[in-house]
């Protein structure tokens, strides 16, 4: 089958990739969409550190083939989501909702798939770019099916990361202000789940005067080509700055942007080992960094939820979707994402 495989040196579409029958509790799913994330574009950088070879993707959605033992809740047929928490459900952690700190979902990549005989890493407990992927059952979750699989696919990083960090992590109010540093595909979903949360002012910031239009579709009350500028529509600072770039200087903006009591939180992924500075007085007025891991998410409960609010129209997934590509165009599919020609790219089989 085919899929793309990152060697260590370069990644490549292949089309002799095997991956095993799904054991107790786990469940096969042919992928039929998958996006690309710049978390995929980074371990092909080595921003992100990951033991190769590997099958890249874990942003995907698709149709289940089969199940192992013990799983019920999915059966084949069904259209499913995938999430990249391969969490125990049984741990501390998990048993307090918060399934993103299960240590069982961190640092512990499989290895499901042969080409030649020879074992491949499972990237994110995912693996979403390829034809069939095996993932624990409780990274499946059934949606419904008249939600297209291309906007679907999107779910389960892009929106589970960005609106979940509105809505679980920094919890926006309503009335409150937001500042959204970087508007790529996270950004976009950061800018919709305040618009969703109620906040009453939405600020993005982007370089790139072409985002404008998307950002403001998504949410943003205000465009900002510079964070200059942010004090003359929020003159004390705003209550929740997002940092979605990845980049330790734009980590001491979100800083000093905050209002009294605000939140930065940071979703950009700079190199693991970047340092970021900012003024210790700063942060006396009750002022808070906050670390977001994928949303804070609870894939089980926010999957339906966002997949219902997606049918309801307050969700937007298809204009999240700027192009798509077959598998087989990957080259061009990343080259478009790596230079912001796309918001995201979303590879098909």
Do not use: W
């Not at 047929?77 to 069982?104: F, K």
């Not at 404008?212 to 964070?227: I, K, N, V």
């Not at 700063?282 to 089980?300: E, H, N, T």
């Amino acid at each position: 089958m085919r899929g793309v495989v990152f060697d260590g040196k370069r990644a490549e579409v292949v089309d002799d990739l095997e991956v095993r029958e799904p054991g107790p509790g786990e469940v096969l799913v042919a992928i039929a969409a998958a996006g690309l994330c710049h978390s995929d574009l980074s371990v092909v950088d080595g921003t992100i550190p990951f033991p190769t070879p590997v099958v890249l993707g874990h942003e995907g959605a698709g149709v289940v083939e089969a199940v192992g033992a013990g799983v019920s809740h999915v059966v084949p047929g069904d259209h499913v989501a995938l999430s990249t928490l391969a969490n125990c459900g049984a741990c501390a952690e998990c048993d307090r909702g918060r399934p993103t700190m299960c240590r069982q979902a961190i640092g512990r990549p499989g290895k499901p798939f042969t080409r030649a005989g020879r074992p491949l890493f499972q990237f994110a407990a995912n693996s979403a770019f390829a034809e069939r992927t095996v993932v624990k059952a409780v990274q499946a979750v059934r949606i419904p099916t008249d939600v297209p699989l291309t906007s679907a696919a999107l779910i389960g990083c892009g929106v589970l990361t960005g609106v979940g960090a509105v809505l679980n992590r920094a919890r926006v109010g309503q009335g409150e202000s937001v500042v959204v540093i970087g508007t790529g595909g996270i950004g976009l979903n950061v800018l919709q789940g305040a618009r969703i949360a109620g906040a009453s002012r939405i600020v993005a910031v982007d370089a790139n005067p072409a985002k404008e239009a998307a950002a403001r579709r998504f949410g943003a009350t205000h465009f900002l080509r510079s964070a200059d500028g942010v004090r003359g529509v929020l003159p004390t600072g705003a209550d929740h700055v997002f940092e979605c770039v990845g980049r330790v200087e734009l980590i001491r903006t979100a800083v000093d942007l905050l209002d009294r009591h605000g939140q930065a939180v940071l979703l950009g992924v700079p190199p693991a080992t970047a340092e970021a500075s900012f003024l210790v007085s700063s942060l006396f007025l009750d002022k808070s960094i906050l670390g977001c891991r994928y949303g804070a998410s609870r894939p089980q409960r926010d999957v339906p939820l966002y997949a219902e609010l997606y049918r309801e129209g307050r969700l937007l997934l298809d204009e999240l979707v700027t192009q798509t590509y077959p598998v087989e165009d990957f080259e061009k599919a990343a080259a478009d994402a790596e230079a912001g020609r796309v918001a995201r790219a979303v590879l098909t089989f």
